[in-house]
């Protein structure tokens, strides 16, 4: 293969492009959990390579049990997340699906180059998910991998 040209694997393809659960392999958010937001697979001028912006969860929900009140169930149901762009070889897709509308218009390129703009976006993202999670739909999201 030539020098600058990068190949996609036919099943990472798929898995991308369907509405998939996908764990980030690199970085400081190595493990996490992440959706696909967007896929570059031809990718850009500032990244020749395949790419995907992914939003995902930093910090994950705490335990919470029936004694508690409901103060302090709020309090343990925040969710902390993150948007990135990734190299599809750092992201490995799993076999659950995420369903989430409301991030496709949420985050776009150019949202990384302002701060205000990934601020406002990580707000939205962050009330998506915890409505998800509060609402008892994709458990297995909300759960931090264990090693």
């Known amino acids: 293969m030539p020098k600058g040209e990068f190949s996609v694997t036919r099943a990472l393809y ?22 696909v937001i967007k896929q570059l697979d031809e990718g850009t001028k500032e990244r020749p390579y395949p790419h995907a ?15 508690m009140g409901a103060k302090k169930v709020a309090k343990r149901s925040k969710v902390k997340p ?3 762009v990734v190299n ?11 369903e ?4 496709k218009g949420v985050v776009s390129s150019e949202t990384f180059k302002e701060p205000s703009q990934r601020e406002d976006s990580k707000k939205q993202i962050k009330k ?16 931090p991998l264990k090693f």
Not at 15 to 28: F, H, K, N, V
Not at 100 to 103: A, C, F, H, I, V
């Open 128 to 143: 998506l998910l915890e409505d998800r999670y509060t609402g008892g739909k994709n458990k297995w999201f909300f759960q």
């Open 88 to 98: 599809y070889t750092h992201l490995f897709p799993t076999r659950y699906a995420l």
């Open 14 to 35: 798929i898995e991308l492009t369907s509405p998939s659960s996908i764990q980030a392999r690199q970085g400081r958010q190595a493990g996490k959990k992440v959706v």
């Open 82 to 84: 993150f948007i990135k």
């Open 53 to 67: 912006i992914v939003a995902g969860i930093e910090r994950y929900p705490l335990k919470v049990t029936k004694r």
């Open 100 to 103: 989430l509308e409301g991030l």
